[in-house]
C-alpha cells in the first residue's frame, strides 16, 4: 500500500493584483512532501518562497489547484501547522512563557496544564531559565527559540519556517541549526523550511525544491544523500560543498535567464 504524503500540492495558481491586472506569482505548483520529511524551499529573492509557505500555512488563498495535508484539503490555518517566521513575533509586553501560554489558549487544556505545556516547550529549546524574561530582554536567537517553542506547543504535525535564522549572526545561526535537527529528529515532524542560504539548506534538508523566477514555480528537486545525523563540519565535506554549488548554479541560471529576457 503506497502512504500518503503529508502534503501534496498539485497544480496550484496564485495570482496578486497590480492596479487593474493581476501579476501571476506561483505558476502551477506541484510537489509532496512526505511524513517526517525535510524540506527546503530556496530561489532567488521574489520567486515566490514565502507565499508558498504562507498559501500551505493557510494564510493566504490561492486560485487554481488542490493542496492536501494527510489527503484532506486545506481551508484555513489549523493547529496541525506551525509557523516561525523571521521576525521574532513575540508578543512584547508578555514574557517568554506567557508568549507561550498564550498560544496554548483554546486549546482545551486547563490553566495549570497550560503553564506545564509551555515550560516543557521552553525546556525543549532550552530556555528554561529565561522563563520570566520579557522579548525585550532576550538576544535574538533566544526570541527565535521562544518562537519555536511557541509553534511547537500545541504539537503541530508539520512545522512552517521562513527564514527562521535569517537575523541571527552566523555562531547562533549554526547553533539553532543543530538545536532545530536535534528537535526534528527527536519529534519525528515534517518541516517545510525557507532559506536564501544554500549552505543551511543543504545541511538541514532531505530534499531542496529550487524555484524558477517570473512567475514562481518548481524548477528543480534536488535529493540531499549525506547519512542523518549529521556532524558538524559536515558543510566542508567536499561532496557537500558539491551540492551547495549545484543547487547555486541551478538558482543563479535562473536569475541570469530573467535578467537576459
Ligand atoms: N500581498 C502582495 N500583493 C502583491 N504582490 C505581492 C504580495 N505579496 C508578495 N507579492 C509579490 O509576489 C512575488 C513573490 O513574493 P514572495 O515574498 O513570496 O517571494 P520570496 O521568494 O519569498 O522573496 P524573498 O526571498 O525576497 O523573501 C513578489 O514579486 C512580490 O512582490
Redesign the pocket.
Known amino acids: 500500500m503506497q502512504t500518503l504524503p503529508k502534503l501534496k500540492i498539485s497544480h496550484l495558481d496564485k495570482s496578486?493584483?497590480?492596479g487593474r491586472s493581476r501579476?501571476k506569482?506561483l505558476d502551477d505548483i506541484n510537489l509532496e512532501v512526505g511524513d517526517n520529511e525535510f524540506v527546503s524551499l530556496v530561489?532567488?529573492?521574489?520567486?515566490?518562497?514565502?507565499?508558498?509557505l504562507s498559501i500551505i500555512a493557510g494564510l493566504q488563498d490561492f486560485e487554481q489547484g488542490e493542496m492536501l495535508v494527510d489527503g484532506t484539503p486545506i481551508t484555513g490555518p489549523g493547529r496541525d501547522r506551525g509557523v516561525v517566521f523571521q521576525s521574532y513575533t513575540l508578543l512584547p509586553w508578555l514574557t517568554a512563557l506567557q508568549n507561550v501560554e498564550f498560544a496554548l489558549r483554546e486549546t482545551g487544556h486547563g490553566a495549570k496544564d497550560i503553564t506545564e505545556v509551555a515550560r516543557q516547550h521552553l525546556d525543549l529549546v532550552k530556555l528554561s531559565r529565561f522563563a520570566d524574561r520579557f522579548p525585550s530582554q532576550l538576544s535574538g536567537g533566544m526570541k527565535q527559540r521562544v518562537a519555536i517553542a511557541r509553534a511547537l506547543s500545541y504539537r503541530p504535525k508539520m512545522l512552517l519556517m521562513d527564514?527562521p535564522f535569517g537575523a541571527l549572526d552566523a555562531l547562533t545561526r549554526g547553533q539553532m541549526q543543530e538545536l532545530l535537527m536535534q528537535i526534528w529528529q527527536e519529534h519525528r515532524l515534517t518541516v517545510i523550511f525557507?532559506t536564501?542560504d544554500v549552505e543551511e539548506a543543504v545541511y538541514l534538508s532531505d530534499r531542496i525544491f529550487v524555484?524558477g523566477l517570473n512567475p514562481?514555480r518548481i524548477k528543480e528537486c534536488i535529493t540531499v544523500p549525506s547519512a542523518r545525523p549529521r556532524p558538524t563540519g559536515i558543510q566542508h565535506d567536499r561532496d557537500v560543498l558539491e551540492l551547495q554549488a549545484r543547487v547555486l548554479k541551478s538558482i543563479r541560471e535562473e536569475t541570469s535567464r530573467v535578467e537576459f529576457e
Open positions: 496578486f493584483s497590480a501579476i506569482v530561489g532567488a529573492s521574489g520567486c515566490g518562497k514565502s507565499t508558498l527564514e525557507v536564501h524555484m514562481g
